[in-house]
């Protein structure tokens, strides 16, 4: 059984620090290309992190770059986003997502999410 368990969300001032991490189970880990997104409250979801399947590349946009620093552990199956100078509008639900394509099998797992909210 396939399971992505997302941790480590709360609230945090602004300015703040989290780490979230997503404990994965079910499939071979080291296999996928692992992103992290979120969702605002009446927002479409939106990528926010990509790590490449050895760890050695990773990819974000202009919102979060230079604050957030996606890294894996494939020897643990665990991913993490660590989260600095958090503002705001980094508030959301955040989501860990699996991906792979092997010719025409896709296979694309999700998490049930974590609350992140930062706020005064």
């Known amino acids: 059984q396939v399971q992505l368990v997302e941790s480590g969300g709360g609230l945090v001032q602004p300015g703040g620090s989290l780490r979230l991490a997503c404990a994965a189970s079910?499939?071979?880990?080291?296999?996928?290309?692992m992103r992290w997104y979120r969702q605002a409250p009446g927002k479409e979801r939106e990528l926010v992190a990509t790590?490449?399947?050895?760890?050695?590349?990773?990819n974000y946009p202009d919102s979060v770059k230079g604050r957030f620093t996606i890294s894996r552990d494939n020897d643990k199956n665990t991913m993490y986003l660590q989260m600095n100078s958090l503002k705001p509008e980094d508030t959301a639900v955040y989501y860990c997502?699996?991906?792979?394509?092997?010719?025409?099998?896709?296979?694309?797992?999700w998490g049930q999410g974590t609350q992140v909210t930062v706020s005064s």
């Open positions: 790590i490449t399947v050895s760890g050695d590349s990773t």
């Open positions: 997502n699996a991906f792979r394509i092997v010719g025409f099998v896709v296979n694309n797992y």
């Open positions: 079910g499939f071979t880990f080291s296999n996928y290309v």
